[in-house]
């Protein structure tokens, strides 16, 4: 069946440091990898995704590549901000998408000013 | 544009006791999910729908019911609260036609407590 694995937090950073987010997944066939971000006491959020090998996500200065070879799709940002705070979810979707997506366990990210 | 809506927002349940959440959404998807999500579990799929009539079974379904009677709307049922149905449940939308590259629409979660 499908998975994700992704590091658990909480990740503590300074503001303007460098973030990474490490997700890897199993799945059946060639699934479509995203990553959702929730604010406190909010729903969860769209941030990027990907829908095959090699491509790259982007959005408000994040970013992630599907690696199809090490089955990775990690996040990355090159300055965090405070307002960055929030747990990150990453998650995949395969097949015919009908029975939805796989999350990941999430990441507190906490940043620091 | 409303998106997806979840009502109610907070409830506090008796064990034993029933009750029905709701999730409303406006963007005419065709596929309806619930999940339930707790400290260190992440997200886990109840059950979903791939359209009108018909409901199936997700990742942890059991001590649930669901009905979509009707497009828009897709309910979720406890008929008798048990405390480790204490969570927060957030309803989800997507397209059916965008398969699995398809998003899904997340509402703003009820956080159940059940004492």
């Known amino acids: 069946g499908n998975s994700v694995t992704q590091m658990e937090g909480p990740v503590t950073l300074s503001e303007e440091a460098f973030l990474t987010i490490n997700c890897t997944y199993t799945a059946t066939g060639y699934p479509s990898l995203f990553w959702y971000v929730q604010y406190p006491g909010e729903g969860l959020q769209l941030l990027l995704k990907a829908t095959k090998a090699d491509d790259k996500g982007s959005n408000k200065g994040f970013e992630a590549t599907y690696r199809k070879e090490t089955t990775s799709f990690h996040l990355e940002k090159g300055s965090v901000q405070v307002s960055d705070s929030a747990v990150y979810f990453c998650a995949l979707r395969s097949g015919g998408g009908a029975d939805g997506l796989t999350f990941g366990k999430g990441t507190h990210l906490i940043i620091q000013p | 544009n409303a998106g997806v809506t979840q009502t109610p927002k907070f409830r506090v349940l008796k064990t034993g006791q029933s009750m029905t959440l709701l999730c409303a959404q406006d963007?005419?998807?065709?596929?309806m999910y619930w999940y339930r999500q707790d400290p260190g579990m992440g997200l886990r799929l109840i059950h979903y729908s791939v359209g009108e009539g018909t409901t199936a079974k997700g990742e942890v379904p059991d001590g649930y019911n669901v009905s979509r009677l009707k497009k828009q709307n897709f309910l979720l049922g406890l008929e008798s609260a048990a405390p480790s149905q204490t969570s927060v449940y957030f309803c989800?939308?997507?397209?059916?036609?965008?398969?699995?590259?398809?998003?899904?629409?997340f509402g703003q979660g009820t956080r159940l407590t059940v004492v």
């Open positions: 989800a939308s997507s397209y059916s036609k965008a398969g699995w590259t398809a998003e899904a629409f």
């Open positions: 963007m005419n998807h065709e596929y």
